[in-house]
């Protein structure tokens, strides 16, 4: 029986972050579940105490909405179907500052209408999760069909340009693991963290160990203090974040959609508005090495790398193992959190590569991030799929050049 | 207890910022002379204001303040409300704002979500430049109406009220009773709408010759009331959600339902399996079935259904993948076994049919025969099954039964015993399988 080992990698370095590889083999009294990933990340909410959510249906995400309309009261929190997107994101936004820990999940038609409010979330620094099941694009494109089109989208989706975190799950347990994990990263950045994740991760049954799912620890909330003067935006570094104070709470609390200054008033003072502009960019880009994640599978003397996210890089996972099996030299890179781009890593993986390969079911977004981090010489291969069918192995290894 | 509040406005900042004539400054005057009436604890209250002038109302006040986007204002207050009920939410918007978050409004009516929406009403965009709104009147003059209004204009109140607000005024600026309205409208439990109409002294008065008297006799002219035109008493949403949920306090969440491996599987290889059949004839259930029949001997699984948006109608396939070790891709680009049970799933897998090959294996409903495939054909005779021919909800059990006794892929006792593990339909279900094994060619 052969053992495959997933190290995660953080800054160029295997390490983890609580989870550090996954051992793809049964043991004798394994547990094991047969599972999707909506019910995954429903789980993974309910664990990181999410008690408020808000949605709209829309295929393939209303298999979330729904569970969580059933799951959540069963753990005192809230969840309800709104008129629209709209409110789906006004409500969870609302519940958030008073002190709610919120999810909403949608998919790429969702997305859009989501789009003014996630810049509202961004300027007003409110600590939510955005479910995307990304299904195949553009407008209303194909509901029930896979996709990965909304890759850019997600982090260039709202006015300004803001930085937002994407997390992206490969499979059934990281919808889970993400799941813990972008809540986390909510809680610790203040700002929206999407789950790019797709129609056949969510809906497909997967059979999974139950001892992959990994539960992150749970961040406590560390408000402002009780006691004394509270600012709502007052800091003390230029990337730092604001401990918050809900409403109802022992402290005023004064939220704007509009730039602000440190107690929450409109201004226009161009000092004030740079240094919160920059705040919002520099408290997520300064800290991508605590928000980086990959998934490495790493070959000596390989000269050929396949980098994958999201459903692809199960088919990239299995087209190494294809290839090994000829004796090629191969390695691979799964990109789990694609925003803010984990550049170490990507640049680590590539040392000594020749030709990088970069699958995915869109026209080839995140493989302008792989380009612009190659060094020259690097052939850099796309292969992309935008028929809502699913990559396969043999495609990344005939196109790649590796049969 | 809390010392007396004279006024919940911050001093400091007045006076107010709005032109002069302006309704905004009264208005914000009266909804502070209320919550003095009210005595209301600052930090329970959120005043949650939209875009326009009106949203520049929140800044005056010592509560809690929520600025938010053009028209949502009514979502966020929803959300903070239904958060936690003991919160008094008062949300401040123009007629604009009633124009882009309308279905806001009317889905805040609906539920009588216990928020009270002030209205600044002064049927035009004051902040973008006098352009015309939902409430300006036929003819009414803007800067994007220059030769009048031809729009008839939202009667909010009506619209409201009809949808399920608890309370609904309508009045001027000019009413010295509108803190005692206001009032009212903050102490009711559900949704309240108070339509203050106003002068808009930048634009619509100069554009339309408005003023105080004509603004009082419009509202007579058009026949509409004034005051506290309607009040009804259904539950307030927040409270209503809890109650309806209360009975599902404690229960576990999603409990998962593990396999263990209890038999053994002699499969070697991977194998895909796609079932096809018709809408409403249990096919993905059953394929879930045989999928943990398949873990429970050691085998990974994975299922993929396929069907059209209209559930009751049309095709109805499972992808089923089984494989001794770990499945990463989840794509069959060709089935190892088919099962065709309906014409409806016939019709969806042609293609795979003229693909399959000689070492492939199709479970075919004979009615459905004869059809283009090199594959080992086995057709299955229903209508030789008795009383199994008129459930038809149960021929994918007995197809897959047969498919177990055909192919050995798994024991079809780890197929029983999943049936058996189920609440509903175990002895129909466990009959089938047993009938199955019988099928004949």
Redesign the interface.
Known sequence: MSVYRHDYLHNGKRTGFGYTCQIRVWLEDAMRELINGAQAIVRGAIHSGCNFFAGYPITPATDILLYMIRELPKVGGIAIQAEDEIASMGFCIGAAMTGKRVMTATSGPGISLYSENIGLAIMGEVPMVIVDVQRMGPATGGATTVGQGDIQFLRWGTSGGYPVIVLSPTNVPECYNLTCRAFDLAERFRVPVFLATDKETVLTLATVDVEEFIPYPVRDRIGAPLDGEFVPYRVTTPDEVPLMSPYGGEHILRFTTSTHDESGQLTKDPEKVRKLNERLAAKVEAHVDEISMVKADMQTEANILIIGHGVVGRSVEEAVIQARKKGKKVSALSILSLWPVPEKAIKAAMQGIHKVIVPELNLGQYRLEVERLAADGIEIIGVNRVDGELISPEEILAQGGLL | MMDQVTTYLDKTLLPYFFCPGCGHGTITDHLNAAMVMLQLD???V?I?TDIGCSGLA??YF????????HG?S???????????P??KVIVLMGDGGCGIGG??LI?AARRNIGVTVVVFNNFNYGMTGGEHSVTTPVGGVTNSTPFGQLEHPMDICQTLAVNGASFVARTTSFNKGLPEILASAIQNDGFSLVDIWELCTAYYVPNNRLSKSVLENSLADQNLATGIIHRSSSPEYSQA?RQS?AG???????P??????KYHSNLDKRLGIIVAGAAGKKINSAA?LF??GA?QS?????????YP?TVKSGHSISEVILDP???????I?KPDVLVVLFKEGLNSVRGQLSAMNEMDTLIINSDLLPVQTKARQIGVDFKQTGRWYNKKEYWTIMALAKLLCEMSIFPLESFREVVKGRSEFVEENLAAIEAGEKLEQ
């Open positions: 600052p930090r329970k959120i949650v929140d800044k010592i509560t809690n303040a929520f600025h938010g986007l949502r009514v979502t966020y207050a929803t959300g903070i409300k239904l958060a936690n003991e919160l279905h806001h889905n959600y949920v599902e306090a404690g229960k576990s969440p999603m998962a339902r593990t396999i263990q491996q879930t999928c943990r873990v050691g085998l990974y699984a994975t299922q993929r259904n396929d948006v070790a770990a499945i990463r891709y989840t794509g680009r």
